[in-house]
Structure formats: C-alpha cells, structure tokens
C-alpha cells in the first residue's frame, strides 16, 4: 500500500477533513484498493504527528461513508461502498473541479474542442491503467 | 534530601572555600605581626595586655565578628538566590518531598558549609594557641568563648541572609530586614557578662530569623498566607531592625540638630593646700568654685581661675572592691581580657601576668613559654587571713605593661608584699593581726613628692596604713567611714605638711540610699591625728543629652527599661502616646481593608506594645489588597474576599461581550 | 474516579498590584484530553499555571489538581504531576546525567529508558553541562527530565517557546506519545496555531483575564466565520452585528469576521444590499488573530501613511 497522506495545519480545511479528502481520493484513484489495510490510529497519528482524536474522527467519518470498516483485532480496511454517494452530492463536488479545469484551459488559450480531447484522452488512459476491475 | 544537601554542597562550596581562605589570611596576619609585637615590647614599645593573647584581643575579635556576619549573610542569600529565576524556583519546589525538607537541606548545608569556612579557621587559631609556645600569655579553654560566640553569631546571620533572599520585598529597604536582629546580637555579644548570655541571645535572635524565614519560605516570599508563626517572627524581626534604625537616625539627626555643649558634668577635687574646689562643665564653659559656691579667683591676679592652673596634690587610691569595677559593661562582659589577667610588668626577656585569680605568672618573649609563677604561698587557717593569692590592685586592668616600676607591691588578704622580679622573690612588708584582713591596697608609683615614693597604702578591715618603702607604719587611721559603704579611699599628702583622706560611697548602695550616703573627707596631721572632716554635698545629676531623651520617648512600651540608666527614663511615661497613635492609625488601615476582627484585634494589641517602630514594621510587610468598586453597593471593597465587606454581594461575573464560545466537553474514553 | 475532572478551578482570581490578571476564571479539564490554552501575552495563563501547581497564591476563588487543593498539594500528588517551564531553567553546573540522577531520587516511578529514549532523540551528551546547552537541547532536557517520572497530567507553560522547528515538532511528538495512555492528561499553553491545531483536543482561551472561550478545538473553527460581501461601489457602513469580531474594507469589498453566524446576522448583512455574499473558511490562525484581536474595523499597520515610489 502506497498511502500518502499530507496535512497542513495552517489551512483553512481541519486536519480531519483533509486525512478523510486525502483517502478517499486514494481510494477514488485506486491508490487504495478494497481490501487494503490503513495504518491503525494510533499508527497514522504518530506519522502525521496529529492528536489520534483527529484521525479516529476521520476514520468514523470515513466509516460512516462507507469506504473503510474497522475489525476489531485485525486493523482498518478498505470495503466496497455500500453506500453510494447520492448524485447530486457527487454533482456537488465535482463542479469545483470543472470550474477550475475549464477556466484554466481557456485561460491558457485552448479551446473548448481541445479541452474535450485532452479530456477523454485522460479518462481512457486511466481506465486502461485500471483495467476492467473499474 | 541527601540529593538536595549534596546539590548545595556543590553549588555553594566555592564561597565556602573563599570564607576559608580569607579568614586563615586574616588570622595568619595576626600571628605574623604577633612576633614582631613581642619584639616591640622588649624595646619598651608596647600593647595593652589583650594584645598578648589573640583570642582576646579586640580588634581581631571585632574582624572576626565582622567576617562572620558578612559570610553567614551571604552564604544564606546565595543559598535563596540560587533558585532566583521563578522557574528555576518553581523546579526546586514543584517535587514529591515537603518545603520543610528542602528548607532542611538547605540550612544543613548552610550550616556544614559555614562551618567549614569559619569554623576551621577559627579552630586552628584557637588550637595553636593552646599549644605552649605559640603565644607568651596565659591560656585557658574559656579563652575560647569569645570566638565561639562570634562564630555562632554568624549563624543568625545566616538566617537573616535566608530571609533576605527569599522575601519579595517592594520596597528596597525592607529587604534588609533581618539584619538590625543580626547587628543587635552582635552588639550585645561584646557586652555580655557570661557566655550563657550570649548563646542565649544566640539562640533567641537565631530562632526567630529561623522562623521568620521558614514562613516566607513556605510562601515563596509573599506575606500572605504564611503560617501565622512565620508571620509573628517576622513583625517581631522587623520591628527589632526598625527599632535599630530608629534609634541610629535620631541619634544622628538629633545629635547634628541641638548643639553639642549639652553635655553637662560636675565634681569635686582637692588643691594641693587641702582646699576643697568644685569644677562645673558645661561644653567648653568651665567654672571653678569652692564649697560654699563662691567663685574661686587666683590669688595674685584677681581672675577666675581654670582647672588646669591648679596643681593637683600628690595621691594614693585604693578600694576595697576587687579590681576597681566602677560597673561599666566592657569590663564586665565575658570578651574582657580582665576576666583572665593584666599586663603587669617586663624584666629579663619575662612578661609578668597577674592573672585575674591572683597570681603573677611569667612567659618568656622568645620561647614563649611559660617561664615561672610567684604567689604567696601561705594558706589561711583557724582567724588568719587567706594568704594563698594576691588581691588585685587598682592599676590591675586592661592596660600596659609598666615598664617604669620594676619594682611592684602586691598583697595577699593577709601581708603585704614586695616584688622582686630579679630575684624571684616576695618579700613581706607588713602581716594584719590575728582577725583583721587587708582588703585593698596600692603602691606609689613614682611621686613628684620624694615623701611619697615607695609608699603603700593598705585598707584592713579596720584601718588605714600607710607604710614606708620598707614596710614600717608611717601612719595609721582608723576605717571609718567604712567599707562596705565607703569602699573607697583616696589619699592626699598635703603641702607643704599633712594629709588628707576622701572616702567615696559605693555607686550602687549610694543610689540606693536616696543620696543619702555623701562623699567625705578627712584632714589628717602629720603625727595622725584628725584635724577636720567633712562631707561633700551632693552634686547635682547629670543632664542626659536631648538626642538620647527623644529616643527613649519613642521607644515600644514593650521595650524593658530597666535595662536603662535611672536619668533615662524621665520621657519613657510618653511612649504610650505614639503607641496610641499607631494603634488608631493601624485600626483605621486594618478597617478599609477588611481585616478579620482577629486580625485588628492582634494588630491593636501588637501596636500598643510596639509603638512606632512596630507599627513602620507592620507597614513594611504587609501586602495590601487591592480595591474595586463594588457592583451592590458601588463603595470599594477589597477583592480577596468572596463577598462584599459593606453590602454583602458577590462579586459580578466578567461582562459578557456576546462573542463567548462555551460548549461542553465530554469526558472521552 | 476517572469522571472527575484533573483541573478544576472556580472563581480564580489574581491582582497584581491594581491590575487584574485572572478574573473569576472557571475552568474544568477532563481526564485523558489534550487541553489548549491560549491567549494573548499577558493574558494571564503563566499566573493560571503558577496558581495551579500551588506557585502562587490566588487573591480568590480555587483551584484544585487531581482532587487535591493546589495551595495544600501534597508530595504524592506533586509526584504525579509533570510541569515543564517556557525557559526550561535548570542548575547551570550540572550535566545532563547529573539532573538525570538528581531528578530520579526523587520520583519513585521514574523511568530510565523514557528519560534516556528523550535524551538519544534530542541528541544529548550524558556529559554535557547544562549552561552549554542551546535552548532547544535544554528544552529536551526539561521534557526528559518531566517524562520520566510518567506523570499522569502534564502542565506546560509554553513549551515552544523560543525552540527551532526540529525541537518544537519533537516536543509535539512528545505529547502525542503521551496520549497513547487514556488516563494521562496534557494541560498546555501556547503561541504556536499549528502545534495547537494537530496536538489538542480542546481549546481554552483567555481574553486579558477572561475566559471567553471553552469548547472542542473544532468548534472554535466552526463558530468563527468570516463572510466576504462585495459592494458595486464603496462599502457602506457597517451595522451593529451579534458576534461582531472585525471588519476589513477595502475598495469594493467588506470582510467581516463574527461569532456563531446564524440567519439573523445573514439578514442584517443582505440589508447592506451587497453584490455578492460569501463564507470564506479560516485557518485555526485566522480565526484565533481575528478573535483576539481589536474589535471594530481593522487595517494593515501603517496603511495610512504615504510610501514614497
């Protein structure tokens, strides 16, 4: 498991928020498959050097979502969502993203047309990295 | 807490070994000049008799004493001020052990310390001078005492360093609190009659800066909170210091304030003629009267005449007393060299002692040695007077050598002797009868008047002789007025014939008859008879000096008086007024901030006793708290009490300013 | 037993001389938390700490540490309490094995290999003295020195004071090292945002003597809000609002910080009829500066006075 994760405390979004952000992008990018095991609390506090309140309330929240379940005994792993997040709040957080993506690009110059390639370019050369298991 | 001690240890040993080094210089210079001394008195340059003997000697007492304030005062200090940062403070105090243990080691290591600085010393020089042939003078082990008293004095001071250190003082003076109790002891330490006595005071004085540095110890400096014992012994310790002050300042004020010619004396004297005259001092205003009150004018010029125009008669005196104690404290106090012996005469490389026990006893200048003694040795059996010591003579005192009369004249209680220091000898001049006792006795020295060389005077129980330089009875009175009233005699030879006698009272009965017991005098012919005698009229009292009066009236009722002189205590009804005054001012402090009835109660009591000095203590330690304007009642009350002195209410939570953020937090597993 | 708050204070209070350094502060700890407190300098938390651990006398009110009276704290509990100091003063001529000798005789729990494991972390000289130390290796000397006795609550009076960013983040993981324990406690004041925000449970802070501020660190953040409102023109006037901590203007936009923004004070902010209005999220820092700082309208220091280009 190559988990990275970084937290900066002098940004404006909570320690907790940005453990659970950073896993479930790594999850999202398949960094993180189901199955895999995270480090315990206590592990992931002493590497971030964070109160282990903070990451024990990320990992609830992450539990709550559904993407990681912890086994007593075992340690905290990865599970195939059981809940899906609704659509419009996927809609709600991909929108940011479109925004800066799209203002960018037409920043720098591209146009609509170029942006759309480079964009479907990028989707399949993820889903051939990925392989069928997306 | 042996961690602790050992910390000290290692934290203060440098000033320890600092005190050492420069105490053993101290009294190494001492001991080097000691030989050049002895050499001085062979040239007939000499000292008094306590040079001879360190131990006693006053001016190396007074270093002593003063090193070892100085050293026990800043070993105590440094000790506090070691832990000065707060948080040094705080890692010192904040551990699993009791204050009263770390204050422990730290006054066990002071003390060990303090001891290894001063003590040492001060026990080689008193170790080498018990060893013959260190110093050419008696030695006895209660020589010791005076440096063991100095030596324990320092302790005090040690704890006056302690308190020093540790009390967060506001203003600069009041740190020094400790140190008036410190200097007192010492000061009474010199004038001290017995040992006892000063290690009582020792440990009076000590015990109470002890106390009064454990408080503020237990409070980390601070007034408040201490336990009510620390508490009491500092106010005490305070007020003592302040008291020291006082009375240095007025005495000095007063003193440069009124004129200097206060001082005022009167007495009487004798001319050569046999004339009774009266001397009357004020400052520099002398005037010359005769017993009746009429001025007396010289004869050939018709002026007023000065004292020193007079020629004195030529005279003996002798007493019945002892060694002539007139009462002053020095000779009396323990640290006198005349408690041990005097300084009698040089001959042959010998110094003769007459030790205060009545025996000449001989040293030799270059070995240093004892080298001889010379006692009458008779007993006294069945009606004869004791004949196995000498009385001592009226010159016997913290004096000289002298030189000048090799020849000397002592006397046992039964026979009168004469010295012969060349041959060793005594050489019996006159034995009393059967019942009678020689009680006091002088030699002439040598007289202006050829009559009178050689003579000895000796008081009996019964008479007056006066004996010629070969012991024959030249003349001979009966002792009347007699001692123990008039234990004093003074014998006149009269020109160009006769003599005169003055009898004077003893001080203490004299002041206790009322004054009735007056000075008298008789003229005596030259076969013996009794021409005329006389009383002296009682001279008016001496008027005390303005500055000492003030002080007195503003002395602590408290204060024991009768450790004054009778013409002190004129003002002393007047010292109730101050002590008044600061009881009112206290109450009224105490009332606007709100002490407990007890503590006004404690307060009037301790101002009534103390007077000002108490009451100056008592605005030097106390913490006063601050005030704020009540929310009830709007008057200010003081802000250490929950609720208010005057209305009654509480104090008002902090305003609110609507930004608070208070959420509970819950107990987390 | 362990329900029982480990500080608890009640109507503390303390002058020094006229001035008031801690009013009326109520304060309770629970067991087992990291505990911030936080406040300007000279606000009073030193005093607090002193009080606590029976330093200091208060002028009125308590406090009480692990259920004993701080003025009356007993050896038994002094030995469960560890206190680490912002100058980390200990006695110059000693070594570092020397104070950990020193210190060892007298806690009866002390741990070796915790006082050696700070020391090896911190790279320290058994040999070394003490006044040769830098501040931040003297700081792990102080931190070895209070870890080893394994107190059950730690108080630390601004540990970071003056320490490098290697001393400062070891001391952090010092503290997260103690929490491995549930019933150890860490009650700790500090400057450094950043070490707060990933170490604390909790946050106190005091205002010039006032508590003003007890709750999770989270909803400090959550109850600090800053809204940013842009105007066509100059920004109007501001209007009293509930909460209100700072304004800052500038040419078309108003950005204001308050205390828990609700719809009331939505609605008196859309009166000023703004172009646009916008919650902007803050950093702990922000929210602490804004907090703390001067209410009323704010700008940058010597903003009015004229550069010359």
């Given at each position: 498991?190559?988990?990275?994760?970084?937290?900066?405390?002098?940004?404006?979004?909570?320690?907790?928020?940005?453990?659970?952000?950073?896993?479930?992008?790594?999850?999202?990018?398949?960094?993180?498959?189901?199955?895999?095991?995270?480090?315990?609390?206590?592990?992931?506090?002493?590497?971030?050097v964070v109160n282990p309140n903070t990451v024990a309330r990320a990992y609830a929240d992450l539990a709550r979502e559904g993407l990681i379940e912890t086994r007593p005994g075992r340690g905290v792993f990865v599970i195939h969502k059981r809940k899906v997040l609704a659509r419009e709040e996927g809609r709600r957080r991909i929108e940011p993203l479109m925004n800066t993506l799209i203002s960018e690009g037409l920043a720098m110059n591209f146009t609509p047309d170029e942006l759309k390639e480079a964009f479907e370019k990028k989707l399949s050369q993820w889903k051939n990295e990925k392989g069928p298991k997306q | 807490m042996k961690k602790l001690i050992l910390k000290e240890l290692r934290e203060q040993y440098k000033i320890a070994l600092i005190g050492l080094a420069i105490l053993t210089v101290m009294l190494s210079l001492e001991f080097a000049g000691y030989g050049s001394h002895l050499r001085q008195v062979m040239s007939m340059a000499q000292g008094p008799s306590e040079s001879?003997?360190?131990?006693?000697?006053?001016?190396?007492?007074?270093?002593?004493?003063?090193?070892?304030?100085?050293?026990?005062?800043?070993?105590?200090?440094?000790?506090?001020?070691?832990?000065?940062?707060?948080?040094?403070?705080?890692?010192?105090?904040h551990r699993p052990i009791s204050r009263n243990?770390?204050?422990?080691?730290?006054?066990?290591?002071?003390?060990?310390?303090?001891?290894?600085?001063?003590?040492?010393?001060?026990?080689?020089?008193?170790?080498?001078?018990?060893?013959?042939?260190?110093?050419?003078?008696?030695?006895?082990?209660?020589?010791?005492?005076?440096?063991?008293?100095?030596?324990?004095?320092?302790?005090?001071?040690?704890?006056?360093?302690?308190?020093?250190?540790?009390?967060?003082?506001?203003?600069?003076?009041?740190?020094?609190?400790?140190?008036?109790?410190?200097?007192?002891?010492?000061?009474?330490?010199?004038?001290?009659?017995?040992?006892?006595?000063?290690?009582l005071i020792i440990v009076v004085t000590g015990s109470l800066l002890a106390l009064a540095a454990w408080g503020s110890f237990q409070t980390g400096g601070y007034y408040r909170d201490q336990p009510i014992a620390g508490k009491v012994a500092l106010i005490v310790t305070s007020s003592v210091s302040v008291l020291v002050i006082l009375g240095l300042t007025t005495t000095f004020v007063v003193n440069l304030a009124l004129s200097r010619g206060e001082y005022t004396?009167?007495?009487?004297?004798?001319?050569?003629?046999?004339?009774?005259?009266?001397?009357?001092?004020?400052?520099?205003?002398?005037?010359?009267?005769?017993?009746?009150?009429?001025?007396?004018?010289?004869?050939?010029?018709?002026?007023?005449?000065?004292?020193?125009?007079?020629?004195?008669?030529?005279?003996?005196w002798a007493t019945t007393k002892g060694n002539g104690q007139r009462g002053s404290y020095q000779q009396q106090s323990f640290f006198n060299i005349t408690r041990f012996f005097s300084a009698w005469r040089v001959k042959d490389q010998a110094l003769w002692y007459l030790t205060a026990d009545g025996r000449l006893v001989a040293y030799d200048v270059i070995t240093r040695r004892f080298a001889g003694i010379l006692a009458p040795s008779g007993g006294g059996d069945g009606g004869m007077a004791n004949d196995s010591r000498f009385l001592l003579p009226p010159e016997y005192g913290p004096g000289y050598f002298n030189n000048h009369q090799t020849r000397g004249v002592l006397a046992s209680a039964r026979t009168a002797y004469l010295v012969d220091l060349e041959k060793r000898q005594l050489k019996p001049l006159f034995t009393v009868t059967n019942g009678d006792a020689i009680q006091g006795f002088a030699g002439a020295r040598s007289a202006r008047l050829e009559a009178a060389n050689g003579s000895v005077l000796l008081l009996t129980r019964t008479s007056i002789r006066l004996l010629d330089v070969e012991g024959r009875t030249k003349l001979h009175l009966p002792y009347v007025p007699s001692?123990?009233?008039?234990?004093?005699?003074?014998?006149?030879?009269?020109?160009?014939?006769?003599?005169?006698?003055?009898?004077?009272?003893?001080?203490?009965?004299?002041?206790?008859?009322?004054?009735?017991?007056?000075?008298?005098?008789?003229?005596?012919?030259?076969?013996?008879?009794?021409?005329?005698?006389?009383?002296l009229p009682k001279l008016p009292e001496l008027i005390q000096k303005n500055a000492d009066r003030f002080f007195v009236s503003l002395l602590p009722p408290i204060f024991p008086l009768w450790s004054l002189n009778e013409s002190y205590r004129v003002w002393s009804g007047f010292r109730i007024v101050p002590a008044i005054l600061c009881a009112g001012i206290g109450w009224w402090l105490g009332r606007r901030n709100n002490f407990t009835l007890k503590a006004q109660i404690g307060w009037g009591v301790f101002h009534l006793l103390f007077g000002l000095p108490g009451f100056l203590a008592f605005l030097a330690v106390q913490e006063w708290p601050p005030r704020e304007s009540c929310p009830g009642c709007n008057k200010l009350r003081v802000i250490d009490r929950e609720s208010c002195e005057h209305c009654g209410a509480n104090f008002a939570p902090p305003e609110k300013t609507g930004t608070e953020i208070f959420e509970p937090l819950t107990y987390q597993s | 037993m362990s329900d029982q708050p480990v500080i608890r204070t009640r109507g503390l209070t303390r002058y020094f001389g006229a001035r008031c350094v801690v009013r009326d502060l109520n304060l309770e700890v629970p067991r087992g938390c990291v505990f911030a407190f936080v406040g300007r300098n000279?606000?009073?938390?030193?005093?607090?700490?002193?009080?606590?651990?029976?330093?200091?006398?208060?002028?009125?009110?308590?406090?009480?540490?692990?259920?004993?009276?701080?003025?009356?704290?007993?050896?038994?509990?002094r030995a469960?309490?560890?206190?680490?100091?912002?100058?980390?003063?200990?006695?110059?001529?000693?070594?570092?094995?020397?104070?950990?000798?020193?210190?060892?005789?007298?806690?009866?729990?002390?741990?070796?290999?915790?006082?050696?494991?700070?020391i090896g972390h911190f790279g320290l000289k058994p040999e070394a003295r003490v006044k040769h130390l830098s501040r931040g290796m003297r700081a792990g000397l102080c931190l070895a020195l209070t870890l080893a006795p394994d107190p059950e609550l730690l108080i630390l009076d601004d540990p970071a004071l003056g320490l490098d960013?290697?001393?400062?983040?070891?001391?952090?993981?010092?503290?997260?090292?103690?929490?491995?324990?549930?019933?150890?406690?860490?009650?700790?004041?500090?400057?450094?945002?950043?070490?707060?925000?990933?170490?604390?449970?909790?946050?106190?802070?005091?205002?010039?003597?006032?508590?003003?501020?007890?709750?999770?660190?989270?909803?400090?953040?959550?109850?600090?809000?800053?809204?940013?409102?842009?105007?066509?023109?100059?920004?109007p006037p501001l209007p009293a609002i509930p909460g209100f901590l700072q304004a800052i203007r500038s040419e078309n936009q108003l950005r204001v910080t308050c205390v828990h923004y609700n719809g009331e004070t939505e609605k008196v902010l859309r009166y000023l009829s703004p172009v646009s209005l916008e919650l902007v999220p803050l950093s702990l820092e922000d929210a602490f500066i804004s907090y703390l700082g001067e209410r009323g309208e704010k700008s940058f220091i010597l903003s009015d006075t004229e550069v010359s280009s």
């Open positions: 498991m190559d988990l990275i994760i970084n937290i900066n405390p002098g940004s404006s979004v909570p320690i907790y928020k940005q453990i659970t952000e950073q896993v479930r992008l790594a999850a999202a990018t398949g960094k993180l498959q189901v199955t895999d095991q995270l480090p315990s609390v206590r592990a992931l506090a002493e590497s971030l | 001879f003997q360190p131990l006693l000697k006053h001016a190396l007492l007074v270093q002593v004493s003063i090193f070892c304030a100085v050293f026990g005062m800043l070993l105590g200090w440094l000790q506090i001020r070691a832990e000065k940062h707060p948080d040094l403070w705080a890692f010192l105090v243990i770390i204050l422990r080691s730290k006054v066990v290591s002071g003390f060990v310390l303090y001891a290894a600085g001063a003590g040492l010393p001060l026990f080689g020089i008193i170790l080498v001078v018990s060893i013959p042939g260190n110093v050419a003078a008696p030695f006895t082990w209660a020589m010791a005492l005076p440096l063991i008293s100095i030596f324990l004095v320092g302790m005090v001071y040690y704890f006056a360093g302690l308190l020093t250190g540790v009390r967060k003082a506001r203003w600069f003076a009041s740190r020094g609190v400790g140190l008036g109790l410190g200097v007192l002891a010492n000061i009474f330490l010199f004038v001290m009659p017995e040992f006892w006595h000063a290690l004396t009167s007495y009487y004297q004798l001319t050569k003629e046999g004339n009774i005259i009266r001397i009357f001092r004020q400052g520099f205003d002398e005037e010359v009267v005769d017993i009746n009150g009429q001025t007396v004018l010289d004869e050939k010029s018709g002026q007023k005449i000065k004292q020193q125009d007079l020629q004195q008669p030529q005279q003996l001692s123990p009233e008039y234990p004093m005699v003074n014998f006149f030879w009269l020109e160009p014939a006769g003599f005169a006698v003055r009898f004077d009272p003893d001080h203490l009965l004299s002041e206790k008859s009322g004054g009735k017991l007056l000075s008298h005098v008789k003229w005596v012919n030259p076969d013996g008879s009794i021409r005329k005698a006389q009383d | 000279g606000s009073g938390k030193s005093t607090t700490i002193r009080m606590l651990l029976g330093l200091l006398r208060p002028d009125r009110g308590q406090a009480s540490v692990l259920g004993c009276d701080s003025r009356q704290l007993t050896p038994e509990i469960r309490i560890g206190y680490l100091t912002e100058e980390h003063q200990l006695y110059g001529w000693m070594t570092v094995r020397e104070a950990g000798e020193f210190q060892a005789a007298f806690f009866p729990r002390w741990d070796e290999k915790i006082f050696r494991g700070v960013p290697v001393a400062r983040r070891s001391l952090v993981e010092s503290m997260i090292y103690l929490t491995r324990r549930s019933d150890r406690t860490i009650f700790f004041s500090s400057h450094h945002l950043g070490d707060v925000e990933r170490v604390a449970d909790y946050l106190a802070v005091l205002d010039y003597s006032v508590l003003r501020v007890c709750c999770p660190l989270e909803s400090f953040r959550d109850n600090v809000q800053e809204v940013q409102l842009r105007f066509a023109g100059a920004p």
